[in-house]
Nanobody, 116 residues
């Protein structure tokens, strides 16, 4: 189980940093990412980073969000700037590990609310 933290209430234009701690039993992970799910909508990819350095962002967050992974600390962070009301959602971290990416772990979700 991953441990996500850092959500909260922020005004439009503000910033938040989400952090995801990966259990030490997982020595390394191939892909680390963040997803979000707004009420009444499907869960969607926000950003992900591979161990090789490839990074993907959803079009809606490009230029505003930055994903980073610390392989030594086994963490995956998401820095969110210029937040908009439409970024309001429950954010989930996810990692894929194992030779066939067959280890698929999710965090418990952290609420991000952007409102004035």
């Amino acid at each position: 189980q991953l441990q996500a933290s850092g959500g909260g209430l922020v005004q439009p234009g503000g910033s938040l940093r989400l952090s995801c701690a990966v259990p030490t039993s997982i020595n390394s992970f191939n892909v680390g990412g963040w997803y979000r799910q707004a009420p009444g909508k499907q869960r969607e990819l926000v950003a992900r980073a591979t161990i090789g350095g490839r990074i993907n962002y959803a079009d809606s967050v490009k230029g505003r969000f930055t994903i980073s992974r610390d392989n030594a600390k086994n963490t995956v962070d998401l820095l969110m700037n210029s937040l908009k009301p439409e970024d309001t959602a429950v954010y989930y971290c996810n990692i894929r590990a194992g030779y066939f990416n067959d280890i698929d772990l999710w965090g418990q979700g952290t609420q991000v609310t952007v409102s004035s």
